[in-house]
């Protein structure tokens, strides 16, 4: 299996700031997910990156609010851009590895 | 197309109770399915997985069967323990890579 740290494991932000979330796997993959989990919901796919091309994006979650970067095989950031109240979340990055998704502790954002 | 439906929550055990955890799924073709638990305050975790029909994942006292007839995979303990209290996910995988996630149901044992 794959081991996933993310940082920061969690921040309070004022709203209209931004926050970058980064995720570091300790062997090389393809393909990283980025989800968002609401409080009391399930996970929602933000976008999958994919080192060196562009990140693709899943329905109603766009570049200018979530940029995605992939610089390796071993790390993404996420930003969340201009947050609001609403971005309140966990953000979770994943990692595909023998057909199977392992998961970071995830990132607790509480926007004020 | 692909989804997943779990057992609505909360669910309430005592001690050593029996769980279970229902999930259903609508897939084409030959999904894998798995299991994964989310503590209070973490990331999810795999519990458990199963690639085809009849399979059984297990992990920690964990059981769920692949049952393709039925299209279930649902989540079994034999006795429950209070460090078990978190939200359990039924996810399948298919073709194409995406995984599918349930709603998440939670559980709480009490002493």
């Known amino acids: 299996s794959a081991v996933i740290s993310q940082k920061p494991s969690r921040d309070i932000c004022q709203r209209g700031t931004s926050l970058t979330i980064q995720c570091q796997v300790d062997s090389q993959v393809t393909m990283m997910f980025w989800y968002r989990q609401q409080p009391g919901q399930s996970l929602t796919l933000i976008a999958t990156?994919?080192?060196?091309?562009?990140?693709?994006?899943e329905s109603g979650f766009v570049i200018d609010k979530f940029p995605i970067s992939r610089p390796n095989l071993t790390f993404s950031t996420l930003t969340v851009s201009n947050m609001s109240p609403e971005d309140s979340s966990i953000y979770l990055c994943?990692?595909?590895?023998?057909?199977?998704?392992?998961f970071g502790p995830g990132t607790r954002l509480t926007v004020l | 197309g692909d989804s997943v439906t779990q057992m609505e929550g909360p669910v309430t055990l005592s001690e050593e109770a029996f769980l279970t955890i229902n999930c259903t799924y609508t897939a084409t073709g030959y999904p894998s399915l798995f299991w994964y638990v989310q503590y209070p305050g973490e990331g999810l975790q795999l519990l458990l997985k199963a690639t085809k029909a009849d399979d059984k994942g297990s992990n920690k006292g964990f059981e769920a069967t692949y049952r393709k007839e039925t299209t279930s995979f649902h989540l079994e303990k034999g006795s429950v323990q209070v460090s078990d209290s978190a939200v359990y996910f039924c996810?399948?995988?298919?073709?194409?890579?995406?995984?599918?996630f349930g709603t998440g149901t939670s559980l709480t044992v009490i002493p």
């Open positions: 994943s990692v595909e590895w023998g057909y199977t998704q392992y």
């Open positions: 990156a994919n080192q060196g091309s562009e990140a693709t994006y």
């Open positions: 996810a399948l995988v298919n073709t194409g890579n995406q995984f599918y």
